[in-house]
């Protein structure tokens, strides 16, 4: 299968890239910057709002991952309106040039943020109703999600929808937590928490998402929308105590908390388990021993920091300098 994956030079779609080609289908990249990590894959530079550019890039496809956002919600808070014409008009430009190339199958990589601060005694499934949210990015991706809903419904577009829980581990921006965490610590600096620390995150790790969004290319998957999400919620003084773990001992601090950061639901998996025939595989602690490891090993090498930025939800079109790190 002839797949475009958006973003994929970045981090979950560089990762992606991989599964695909283990796969054996045969991917190629949209994106802003060639990705570090394929050289020999097929690549399209440009624009996902260049219709010219996507139009190009669609051609013989069968199937699209679009993972391509500004995801780094710092920036997004920054610079709502560039949010807008990627997450948002981007995603439409491509809709649309799909539906002309006679795409078979659009996946398109949401969050679950999305589920925003719902709660229940049972686990937010797939049917859980959506609120209206407290973050932009995320009401780009819910746009994002009814349009591509909607396309299917007007123009019998195939469609998934993919929830993504936090993705971690290696090529992952330097300022997601887990990476900033590592990055601290490594320098024996103290691991700041904004707020009490209770706030939860369903963390999953990259090499096993990326396994999940193949996963929803068969044809069981056309028309659903699936929670790809780790196996337990961990809160974010887990995350500095697990980072502390593998590295070393640094202080833990307490920071004023910041507007708009959501404590985060207990998401279930269960129909992806059940359909998809994909679970997670990969323990917290162990990801993010694997992710040190992959910084140590990969400290000397820049094209590691220089890679499109994601945040856990998707690839981004932001290039991430080194001096983040």
């Known amino acids: 299968m002839k797949v475009l994956v958006t973003g994929g030079a970045g981090f979950i779609g560089s990762h992606v890239v991989d599964k695909l080609l283990d796969a054996g289908h045969d991917p190629r990249i949209l994106d802003l910057i060639p990705s570090p990590y394929h050289s020999d894959v097929e690549t399209v530079l440009g624009d996902l709002g260049d219709r010219e550019i996507v139009q190009r890039a669609l ?47 659009f996946v398109y990589a949401s969050t679950i943020w999305v589920y925003g601060d719902a709660a229940s005694p049972e686990a937010l499934d797939e049917d859980t109703p959506l609120g209206l949210p407290k973050h932009f990015y995320t009401a780009t991706k819910i746009a994002g999600e009814m349009y591509t809903s909607s396309y299917g419904e007007l123009y019998d577009l195939e469609w998934t929808i993919l929830r993504f829980g936090i993705p971690y581990g290696p090529r992952a921006r330097p300022t997601a937590v887990v990476p900033a965490f590592t990055a601290k610590a490594l320098a024996g600096q103290p691991l700041m928490i904004a707020g009490d620390g209770t706030q939860s995150r369903r963390f999953v790790y990259v090499e096993d998402l990326a396994e999940g969004v193949v996963a929803s290319l068969v044809p069981e998957a056309a028309n659903r929308v699936y929670n790809l999400v780790g196996r337990e919620n961990t809160s974010v003084r887990a995350i500095a105590r697990a980072v502390r773990d593998v590295v070393g001992d640094v202080p833990i601090e307490h920071i004023e908390g910041r507007a708009g950061d959501l404590r985060g639901g207990n998401i279930s998996g269960e129909r ?41 939800t998707a690839a981004a079109v932001l290039r991430q300098e080194s001096s983040e790190l």
């Open 59 to 105: 051609e013989g496809v069968d199937a699209v991952l679009h993972l391509a956002a500004v995801a780094d919600v710092d920036q997004v808070a920054k610079n709502p309106t560039l949010t807008d014409q990627v997450n948002t008009r981007g995603t439409q430009v491509l809709l649309e040039a799909a539906r002309e190339a006679g795409v078979k199958r």
């Open 272 to 312: 992806a388990a059940t359909e998809l025939g994909w679970e997670p595989r990969t323990a917290f602690a162990d990801g993010v021993r694997r992710y040190v490891e992959w910084v140590t090993e990969e400290a000397s090498r820049p094209s590691a920091a220089t890679a499109s930025s994601t945040d856990g």
